[in-house]
Each structure stands twice: as structure tokens, then as C-alpha cells.
């Protein structure tokens, strides 16, 4: 995911895309004029947008090679010529001269590439010799790829990367502090890019970097090692011939899909409390206090979005016994109460956590939240990378791994691999019809039961 920040470079995107429309309509109308319907227009507007979005051709970044730019140029005007003579066909349109059909394809394509490759030049130049358009950055981790990235942040002037800081806990002539100092320079300073050799970090290393960089609109990289191979989950930019990892932008990154799975929250969070929670809590409170002395509530804090901590609450099902509830409840276990084993098999103690998605802690569906204590154990058995993307959205009442036989006590690493996985296919691959199907399997476990329900 990069960067959002900056004075004005955010509006080069939007002016080039006002620009390329205004060039394919105002050119349909002095080459082809009145050859066409006028329903013309949006139609080659609309087009142009859809399959821009789609090849992400307006996605071009200060390490963008020309090579890219020129191969989106190239897609975008086959696929424009491909829209263009299928208007025709479709409307039998039999007036327009193949001349004037070239003529405007080839003006239009020309005047675009013009457009855009004038401005990533100007900006290189811009960046070169006025010293605009910066990008503060800092590096963390001393390995032989981060060095090469700091090369090339030092000799590409070009690009604009403005290098800050070196930390790391070893010794060298390019460090310039330990990354326990990191923290405090991060919190003090503007930067806008932190890259990680993520494997000399610890994993409460990660974790405050992952909260630093979002409480300050920075983004976050990872440098990886030369040795290993990454999957499609981290998105790969390069660097000349330096590769930088970045979280992969999913669906659920989009504001307008956001809104929509927020809005689904809300909506179902509030039917299950009007409609169920308003008569059970009374009912549980008695049942729940006739065998046992303690609060009708259990609150116990997990890791959220971005590992942020938040107090997640379940209908008491254990004896209230202080510091015995940080472990794991397994079969048989003697903390559980006869009401408490009732509601775990049932999920009822499940409940009131969609007071939490009300609050906007957790979503309905999306990963299951973890015990603090466990969240580093886990982290060890699992890809440091896996384990951060499964972090990067809210986490649910229920979720795909926990359908699919995945939930309660985890005592394998195979366990824990297979719920990271499911986790990790859910978010690659959310829509509301995938949170609805999660929803409908609930409902109908909640009836067959399963195995580790305890």
C-alpha cells in the first residue's frame, strides 16, 4: 500500500486523468464530430476509467521504470481501439472512414503518453536540481539488502528519496543509531516511509513499527531477505533491481468497500442485539449466577486491526478464578462450568462480542482474535508476513477458519498454519456474498456441532 501523504502530489494523479479524458472526448468530437451519437462520449469515458482501473494505469510511483509506463500505454490503447470499433459494431456504424478511426486512436494515444511521460520526467528533474517533491525515509535492519537500498536511495536523486536515518543494532559506518532509538526518532520526526529488514527485527519490534507508522500516516516496507521467494500476498516493487515488499492492496483497502462491510456490521450487530441479546442477557445472568459467584461478562483483551489491543467481552463460561484464565480452555477442562459448557458448544457465550462490532473493534466475519499471550507464540510457528497480513483488518465473530473446523484450542503448528491460511484466503478474497456464506455455515455448525466446541 503506499503512500497517501504529501502537500500536492496527491492531485498529479487526479489532474492526469482529468487530462487524458478531456483529450479522447474533446478529440472525438473534432475528428469524428457528428459520425458518432453523442452517448459517444461517456461511453469511451466510461470505458477509459473502468479499464484504467483495472490495469492500474494511473498507478505510477516515483520508482515506476519507463519500461512499465510504456506497457501500460501500450494495453491501455489496444484495449481503447478494441471499445472503439466495438461501438461500432454494436450501433452499425458504417460512416466513419477507417483514416478518421486511426487518426483518433493514434492522437489520442500519443497526446496521453505525452502527458504522462512529461510529467514523471518534469518531476525527475523537479526532484534532481530543485530539491521538491521529497520523500523522507528510514531504514531499520543492517543486511546486505538494506545497504544496497541505501545506495540507491543516495545516488537516485531522480526519484527524491530523502534518507534520514540507518538503525540497527550492529555496528557500521552507515548506521547511524540502535532501533530502540528508531522509535523515538519516528515520533519526532516527519518521515514518510519506514522499510524493514524484517529479519533482524523481533516480533514486538514489528509490532510497534506497525503502530507508530499508523499513528502517523507513514508506510510501512519490508525488505526481504535475497534468499527467499514471496508469495502474491506482499505486493513487490522494485527498486532498479532491488525488491521492497509492501501489504498487497485487497478489496477491503477500498473506502467504498470499507463503508459497505461497515455498514453490514452495524446493521447485523444491532438486529442480534435488539432481537436476541435485549431478552438472553437477563436469562444468562440468572443461570450464569445460580452456579457460580462472578460477573455475567468475561472481558479479556486480544490483538485487533493493526495488533491494537481492545477488550473483547463473552458471557462468562469458567469459575471467576483470578490469573487461571490466561490459558487455553481444552476438552474436559475443570474451569468450565455446566452452564459454560452448554453455551460453548452452542456459541452463545460468543454473543455479546457483537457489542464489540458495534463499537467498531470487530467485524461480524474476519479473523478470529487471539490471546495476547499466545499472539508471539503463534508468530513464531508462522511467515512473519502471513502473520502481519492477517492483522490488516478487524477481527470477527466468526470467520472462514473457524467454519471450515479451525477454532478453539490450537495444538499443532499445523493448526495454527491452517487457520493463518483460511485467515490469509478470506481477506485476499472478501465480498459481502463471501461474509454471508461464513454466516450461513455458523448458523447451521451451531446445529451439527463440532469437534473442538468446548
Known amino acids: 500500500m503506499h503512500p ?3 502537500r500536492y502530489s496527491w492531485l498529479i494523479r487526479p489532474i492526469l486523468v482529468v487530462f487524458d479524458l478531456l483529450v479522447i472526448t474533446l478529440l472525438s468530437i473534432f ?26 494505469f494511473y498507478e505510477v510511483y516515483r520508482f515506476t521504470s519507463i519500461t512499465t509506463i510504456n506497457i501500460l500505454l501500450v494495453k491501455q490503447l489496444l484495449a481503447f481501439s ?13 460512416n466513419i472512414e477507417l483514416k478518421e478511426s486511426l487518426s483518433y486512436l493514434v492522437y489520442s494515444m500519443l497526446l496521453v503518453a505525452a502527458g504522462k511521460i512529461a510529467v514523471y520526467y518534469a518531476l525527475k528533474k523537479y526532484r534532481r536540481y530543485l530539491g521538491g517533491n521529497k520523500r523522507n525515509v528510514v531504514i531499520i535492519g543492517n543486511t546486505p539488502a538494506s545497504v544496497q537500498l541505501k545506495e540507491f536511495f543516495n545516488t537516485r536523486s531522480d526519484l527524491g528519496y530523502n534518507l534520514q536515518g540507518f538503525f540497527s543494532n550492529e555496528e557500521g559506518e552507515h548506521v547511524t543509531d540502535s532501533i530502540e532509538n528508531s522509535f523515538t526518532f519516528l515520533t519526532e520526526n516527519n518521515v514518510d516511509e519506514v522499510y524493514c529488514a524484517i529479519e533482524k527485527l523481533k516480533d514486538t519490534d514489528i509490532n510497534r513499527f506497525v503502530q507508530i507508522t499508523k499513528e502517523s500516516y507513514s508506510t510501512l516496507k519490508f525488505i526481504p531477505s535475497v534468499k527467499k521467494i514471496y508469495s502474491k500476498r506482499l505486493q513487490t516493487d522494485f527498486y532498479d533491481y532491488l525488491p521492497v515488499l509492501s501489504f498487497q492492496d485487497v478489496s477491503l483497502d477500498d473506502p467504498v468497500n470499507k463503508a459497505i462491510k461497515r455498514v453490514f456490521d452495524v446493521i447485523f450487530s444491532l438486529m442480534i442485539i435488539v432481537f436476541i441479546m435485549s431478552w438472553l442477557i437477563p436469562i444468562m445472568f440468572i443461570i450464569i449466577k445460580l452456579e457460580s459467584k462472578g460477573p455475567l461478562f468475561y472481558k479479556h483483551v486480544r490483538n485487533g486491526l493493526n495488533y491494537e489491543e481492545f477488550t473483547c467481552f463473552k458471557f462468562r463460561s469458567m469459575k471467576h478464578v ?24 452452542t456459541s452463545i457465550d460468543e454473543l455479546p462480542q457483537f457489542f464489540n462490532v458495534l463499537l467498531g473493534d470487530m467485524s461480524v466475519v474476519g479473523p478470529r482474535p487471539h490471546m495476547i499471550s499466545y499472539t508471539q507464540e503463534y508468530a513464531k510457528q508462522i511467515d512473519k508476513y502471513n502473520f502481519l497480513f492477517r492483522h490488516s483488518i478487524k477481527p470477527g465473530v466468526t470467520g472462514l477458519a473457524q ?21 490469509i484466503f478470506y481477506i485476499e478474497n472478501w465480498s459481502v456474498f463471501l461474509d454471508i456464506k461464513i454466516i450461513f455455515e455458523t448458523v447451521i455448525n451451531l446445529f451439527k456441532g463440532q469437534e473442538k466446541a468446548y
Open 4 to 6: 497517501k501523504r504529501g
Open 82 to 94: 478494441l471499445a472503439v470499433f466495438a461501438f461500432y459494431g454494436f450501433f452499425s456504424i458504417r
Open 322 to 345: 483470578k490469573h487461571k484464565d490466561l490459558q487455553q480452555v481444552t476438552k474436559d477442562d475443570d474451569r468450565v462450568t455446566k452452564v459454560g459448557r452448554f453455551i460453548r458448544r
Open 403 to 423: 467454519v471450515k473446523g479451525y477454532r478453539g484450542e490450537i495444538a499443532t503448528k499445523e493448526e495454527i498454519v491452517n487457520r493463518v491460511k483460511y485467515d
Open 31 to 56: 475528428i469524428l464530430g457528428d459520425s458518432v451519437p453523442v452517448y459517444f462520449v461517456a461511453y469511451i469515458a466510461t470505458f477509459w476509467m473502468i479499464f484504467g482501473y483495472s490495469i492500474r
